[in-house]
């Protein structure tokens, strides 16, 4: 176990949680989902794009876990605050193999929205990738060998290939329990992937004790990529804290600077968490209690940082900093 896990956890002092948290809950969806959480959130054309998880049971939330299945909800805002939901779930996908796609993150790159998924199948979990202009087709550009998910896209080409960051799940090799790490692997074209390198491994980061892996899409700034990270902690001693029988992790949130050229270099990273569920929409009410996970990340001219997260499994918050403290966080240690 790491060290830090003795003393209480806590969020940064730099980031802030926006006042109308949760910005977005299953009563602002028009088709009644019983969980709205883990989205993923871009500036496209002029206005937010959120595309969000919705888990679905059947009529109250106990029946939800665990006969739901998922869709993928849409909805705009003109600044990423309020949100109008469309009236229609924009993506589901179930066929013979795929059982269903969910938390979605969204990089747009040279005009295009590209989504990043995970897919449930009877054979494993597989990280996906497709490309959408319209929000109502989705084309699939690649698919993982299982066990994968997390991915998330940088917004542009570095040395000349896309780049990606991911978590697949060695159990196997990492002893048979989660000791889950971050990857970087990079493409021609979105649809190959290989020259795959460790980024950060579970053991560097000094509040988790399980697994690690990607938040939301890094963003670009003059002294590197500021990207998000979830990092999990498991205690035995919790038992039941949410609608499950039994719920013993904690997902915080920490977050890390890649070299600008080179994103396979940590530049710096916080040694403590950035975001620690607190708040009572994080730690009470909701499917799995004591679980922020972000997902979206945009930068505002102002320097103002959005961070989108789901909290609890059952609702979508939005937290906000500004970057110059983030990046300093990340350094400070260097
Ligand atoms: C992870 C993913 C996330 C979820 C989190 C906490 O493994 O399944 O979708 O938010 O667990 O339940």
Redesign the pocket.
């Known amino acids: 176990m790491n060290a830090n896990l003795g003393s209480p956890l806590q969020s940064s002092a730099l980031i802030t949680r926006h006042p109308a948290n949760p910005i977005l809950a299953p009563k602002d969806v028009p088709y009644h989902p019983a969980m709205v959480?883990?989205a993923g959130v871009a500036k496209y054309q002029g206005k937010y794009v959120m595309v969000f998880r919705n888990d679905y049971g059947n009529e109250s939330e106990e029946q939800v876990y665990p006969s739901y299945t998922t869709n993928l909800g849409l909805a705009f805002s003109d600044d990423g605050v309020a949100w109008t939901v469309q009236p229609m779930p924009c993506w589901s996908w179930h066929d013979e193999e795929i059982q269903r796609v969910?938390?979605p993150r969204l990089t747009v790159i040279e005009g295009r929205c590209y989504i990043c998924f995970a897919v449930d199948t009877k054979h494993g979990v597989r990280g996906g990738i497709a490309v959408t202009d319209d929000f109502q087709s989705f084309e699939v550009l690649s698919l993982s060998v299982p066990d994968n998910r997390n991915m998330v896209l940088f917004p542009e080409k570095i040395g000349g290939h896309y780049t990606r960051l991911e978590r697949p799940f060695p159990v196997y090799s990492r002893g048979g329990v989660d000791r889950f790490d971050m990857w970087l692997s990079r493409s021609p074209d979105l649809r190959y992937w290989g020259d795959s390198q460790l980024l950060l491994a579970v053991e560097q980061v000094p509040y988790a004790n399980d697994k690690i892996g990607p938040g939301a899409p890094p963003i670009k700034t003059e002294q590197g990529w500021l990207t998000t990270f979830h990092a999990v902690d498991l205690d035995p001693t919790r038992g039941k804290n949410g609608w499950e029988a039994s719920w013993k992790k904690r997902?915080t949130a920490g977050i890390m600077l890649l070299d600008l050229e080179n994103p396979s270099q940590v530049r710096g990273m916080s040694t403590s968490p950035l975001l620690v569920p607190e708040a009572d929409y994080e730690v009470a009410g909701g499917f799995?209690n004591n679980?922020v996970?972000p997902g979206g990340m945009v930068l505002e001219e102002s320097g103002e940082v959005k961070i989108y997260y789901?909290a609890a499994?059952t609702v979508e918050c939005l937290a906000t900093a500004d970057v110059h403290d983030l990046i300093r966080l990340c350094l400070e240690n260097e």
């Open positions: 959480f883990n969910y938390d997902y799995r679980v996970f789901g499994d």
